[in-house]
Structure formats: structure tokens, C-alpha cells
């Protein structure tokens, strides 16, 4: 709540950010979205009762957070301490490795604690929401890494994202493609519950305002396209993505359109929530996280040999040169980057000829990723620089 204050690798590619174009293989993940899961964590999460910092029930809610990632099949699943006047706790992050930028995250991040109540509005919606996302992500891949994080502390001061940034955002100088904070979304039972706002940086630092005012915009067009939801813009205060917001970070994020009344209070219950309200921006959150992170369809190994032998890089390994062959005939111009291990961008053009040369002696020995991108489909190879 916010208190104011290769090998090779082929698959189809997800269309550029700016298109915002319908994908249908990102619908058909959205359409596993489960409403009775939803309900049912939501049930659980509200049995724990009030989890604020320093309380058995708040361990418990995180041991069960923690235990529903370890049941999907995660592996990298880091409890962080910090300890305040409050007490102990544990921001809970879980990191979902990318395929070609894996060491540039999407950050999906809620806080799990509560205060004076239950708070199964506050933050159990978003909860509950990000545990759904990471379900239905577990065997899709992504171009980027995406870390889960369920904050602690958020109720007393955003204790635990601010420990987070300051204690390995900064010192790791962690790379951030974006943070996508889910809180409070679970609407008000008994009022029309058809919109969703969607939140961009307006404050200082002023230099990433643009690009998380270019990712709001697009984060309301997804919404729209994965749910039934209509979207409203608004700015960004007084929850866990301020501390990104203030290192610079790139943020936007959710919150209903019908404030609940019942936050931090014994009322903040399921029965004044709407269910299937926060279905749909759960939907739409999950149509939004797979196109941030750049999700693909993983195809055949037949269909992956057919691409390697339609696109030839010789030589391989150079030193001084690459030639580009499509040995298939070139109907249309074909994007194409260069990518090293980092999974940083060193050389991007767009190929219109069957063959043609490129120049790679400003480029440091090592290896790299060469992707193509034709209409709905990528392919990767590996490629060495002597």
C-alpha cells in the first residue's frame, strides 16, 4: 500500500516493443492464467493473518512463498535479511535466467508483508499476482532474465527494497531493463472494476522519466490487448520502485482504480475484493512480463536445422571479416545484430542482399551471438572472434 509520503537456437521473435502488435503465442500463455489459483492463494495468504515484521506469520507467508517456487522447479531462490527496529526479515528474490541477455534483468517485484490486517488486498493481490506470472514463465524463454522479488518492510517504510537497491542494485551495479511494481490490485467488491492504473516516474532524477513514460504507454497498450481491462496513466510514488526511482532506474507499475478503503485496517479481507478483477490484471501482467522480457516459442529440432541451413556465416571463427549468406532466396529485409557475452549490443544492421560482408576488427577476441530476425522468427548462432 502506498502511505504518501550454441550452439544455435531458433524461435519465433517477439515483435519490437514499439509495435505493440497482438502475439499470439503470448495469448495463448496468457489464456493459462487460473482464477481458481488466484483465489486460493488468496485464501491462503489471508489465513496468516497480519504479517508484519517481527512475526511468526509473516515467516510463515514467506516460507509458503518461498515453497511455491521450489515446487515450480526454481532453483535460484535467494531469502536477503536486514533487520530495522521492527526486526528481522527476508526479501524473497527469485531469478529466472534469460537466453541471450541474461545478466540484464525485468524486475516483477510486490511486498508480502502487512500491517494492521491481513492485508489480502494489500499486498496480497500482488502476491499472489507475481507467484501466478512466475507459474505460467517457469518454461518459457526469454531473451532477458526476470527476477520475482516479494518485498519486505514496504508497510514500514520501503525498508526492504531500499536495502535491496543499496546492498545489490549499487554494488553489483546490477543492469535493470526495467522494474514492474504489482501493488495493491485486487479492486473494490461491489463497484465497477474495469480499469487499471498504470503508474510512470515524474519526479527527480529527471533523466529516466522518458524511457519509463515510454514503457508505461506501452504497459497500458498490452494491458489492453492481454485483458479486458481498459488503462489509465498515471505517476508513480510511495512503494517499492521509489528506491530504483531515486538510483536512476528505469520503473512503472499497477494500482486499482477503485482505492480500496480497508487497507491497513482488520477489513483488508477477500470478501471486499474482486476476484476476477484481479484475473484480468493478472492476464494482462503476464502479456506485459512476456513482452518486456522478450519471450519466444522454443521450435523443433528439425525446424532449427532447416534455419541452419538457410543462413551460412563463414569464416567461423575470423579475425577481420564476416560473409552472410542466405542460401534460400531474400524476399525481404532481414535484422541483424551482433551481441557479446555480456549481452551487449556491438554492431546492428539490416541485410537486404543474399550475401553480403561485414567488417569485425574493431571487435575485442571472443565469442558473440549472431541473431537474425525475419518476420515472427529468430535465429541465433554462435559465432568466435579470433
Not at 501466478?132 to 517457469?138: F, V
Not at 528506491?243 to 486499482?256: K, R
Not at 479481507?269 to 522454443?298: C, H, I, R
Not at 515472427?376 to 579470433?386: A, P, Y
Amino acid at each position: 500500500m502506498k502511505k504518501i509520503i550454441l550452439s544455435c537456437l531458433l524461435a519465433f521473435a517477439v515483435l519490437s516493443i514499439n509495435a505493440q502488435t497482438f502475439n499470439s503465442f503470448y495469448s495463448s500463455i496468457v489464456e493459462n492464467t487460473s482464477q481458481a489459483n488466484i483465489l486460493n492463494d488468496l485464501t491462503t495468504f489471508e489465513s496468516f493473518g497480519i504479517k508484519n515484521v517481527g512475526s511468526t506469520r509473516l515467516t510463515n507467508a514467506e516460507n509458503w512463498i518461498t515453497s511455491r517456487y521450489q515446487s515450480l522447479g526454481y532453483t535460484d531462490i535467494v531469502l536477503q535479511p536486514f533487520t530495522y527496529s521492527a526486526g528481522t526479515s527476508n526479501n524473497i528474490i527469485i531469478t529466472k535466467t534469460g537466453t541471450v541477455y541474461s545478466n540484464t534483468y525485468l524486475i516483477i517485484d510486490g511486498h508480502y508483508d502487512t500491517i494492521n490486517g491481513a492485508g489480502t488486498n494489500d499486498n496480497g493481490s500482488g502476491t499472489v499476482l507475481i507467484m501466478e506470472l512466475a507459474r505460467l514463465l517457469k518454461d518459457v524463454d526469454t531473451e532477458y532474465s526476470i527476477k520475482f522479488i516479494h518485498f519486505s518492510g514496504e508497510e514500514d517504510g520501503l525498508i526492504g527494497s531500499n536495502y535491496y537497491v543499496n546492498n545489490t542494485v549499487i554494488p553489483q551495479n546490477l543492469d535493470i531493463r526495467l522494474v514492474f511494481n504489482i501493488d495493491e490490485v485486487g479492486g473494490l467488491a461491489g463497484t465497477n472494476n474495469d480499469t487499471i492504473v498504470c503508474e510512470r516516474d515524474q519526479s527527480m532524477p529527471a533523466s529516466n522519466n522518458a524511457a519509463s513514460n515510454q514503457f508505461t504507454n506501452d504497459l497500458a497498450t498490452l494491458i489492453e490487448l492481454y485483458s479486458t481491462l481498459h488503462t489509465e496513466i498515471s505517476y508513480a510514488y510511495a512503494s517499492d520502485y521509489v528506491p530504483f526511482e531515486n538510483n536512476g532506474e528505469i520503473i512503472t507499475g499497477l494500482y486499482e482504480k477503485n482505492e480500496t478503503p480497508y487497507a491497513h485496517t482488520a477489513n483488508d479481507l477477500l470478501v471486499n475484493m474482486d476476484v476476477p478483477y484481479l484475473y484480468q490484471v493478472t492476464k494482462g501482467s503476464l502479456g506485459v512480463a512476456l513482452e518486456f522480457a522478450v519471450a519466444y516459442e522454443t521450435l523443433s529440432t528439425e525446424e532449427e536445422a532447416d534455419f541452419n541451413n538457410a543462413i551460412q556465416i563463414s569464416p567461423n571463427p575470423s579475425d577481420s571479416f564476416l560473409t552472410i549468406s542466405f542460401t534460400r532466396p531474400l524476399e525481404q529485409a532481414v535484422d541483424f545484430k551482433l551481441i557479446d557475452m555480456l549481452g551487449k549490443n556491438v554492431y546492428e544492421n539490416t541485410f537486404t542482399e543474399q550475401t553480403q560482408t561485414i567488417s569485425i576488427d574493431n571487435l575485442s577476441a571472443s565469442q558473440y551471438f549472431a541473431v537474425f530476425k525475419l518476420d515472427n522468427k529468430r535465429f541465433i548462432k554462435r559465432l568466435i572472434v579470433e
